[in-house]
Structures are given as C-alpha cells and as structure tokens.
C-alpha cells in the first residue's frame, strides 16, 4: 500500500478549522481534546515538512 503523500496546504487549512472549532464556547471538553491532539499532530507534521523544504532549498543554493 502506498503511502499518501503529505500536503501541507491541506493540514494548514484543517488547522484553521480546529482553531474554530476549538473557540466554540459549547463545545464538549472530549471533543476539545481530540481536536486539540489532531491540531498539535497536524502543526508537527507541518514543521517537520516545512524544515524538509528548507533544508532542499538549501542544498539547491549550495551548488
């Protein structure tokens, strides 16, 4: 099985939903908490992602 390729795009405008679901005052503190998990994995597959970028981008300015 192929492993589905990561878009950061994607993960950002997820994160930008979390956020307002997370500033509902009426929201449930388990529904809170598992947003809360998605958001900080999302944010961490983005910073590694974008660090991956940088370090290409480097490499190309190299040679």
Not at 24 to 49: Q, R, T
Request: proline share 0%; with cysteine; charged share 40%.
């Amino acid at each position: 099985m192929e492993e589905e390729k990561f878009n950061v795009d994607e993960a950002l405008n997820r994160l930008e939903e979390i956020n307002a679901e997370l500033s509902n005052k009426d929201i449930e503190l388990s529904k809170s908490m598992e947003l809360y998990k998605e958001g900080v994995l999302l944010a961490s597959k983005c910073k590694e992602h974008l660090e991956g970028v940088k370090t290409e981008l480097q490499i190309l300015n190299d040679n």
